[in-house]
């Protein structure tokens, strides 16, 4: 059984940086996308960032330039870092992973980012 753990949310100063982890309990196979969403309160969840099996990565537009997305296959695991964070950027963020077998579909627990002005 897959379990993805999301960690390195946390309060931060505009401006400021993050690097969120996620990781899973097992290597995944047959994976064909990996993304992070983030959900605001009220909001609904919104893709962030994405990479492929066959693609070149994907970014919110809001994010680009700010956001990287990259993962480390030896250690089953994907991150996001989050430079020059902005209050925008609050919410919980949550990875996804996407297969082509099933289970087809993993998501994390969540983690919460806060940005202050």
């Known amino acids: 059984q897959v379990q993805l753990v999301e960690s390195g949310g946390g309060l931060v100063q505009a401006g400021g940086s993050l690097r969120l982890v996620c990781e899973s309990s097992?290597?995944?196979?047959?994976?064909?996308?990996m993304r992070w969403y983030r959900q605001a309160p009220g909001d609904q969840r919104v893709l962030v960032a994405g990479i492929s099996v066959s693609g070149r990565p994907i970014y919110l537009d809001s994010v680009k330039g700010r956001f990287t997305i990259s993962r480390d296959s030896a250690k089953n695991a994907l991150y996001l870092q989050m430079n020059s964070l902005k209050p925008e950027d609050t919410g919980v963020y949550y990875c996804?992973?996407?297969?082509?077998?099933?289970?087809?579909?993993?998501w994390g627990q969540g983690t919460q980012v806060t940005v202050s002005s």
């Open positions: 996804n992973v996407q297969r082509s077998a099933l289970p087809s579909d993993y």
């Open positions: 097992t290597k995944i196979m047959n994976w064909v996308r």
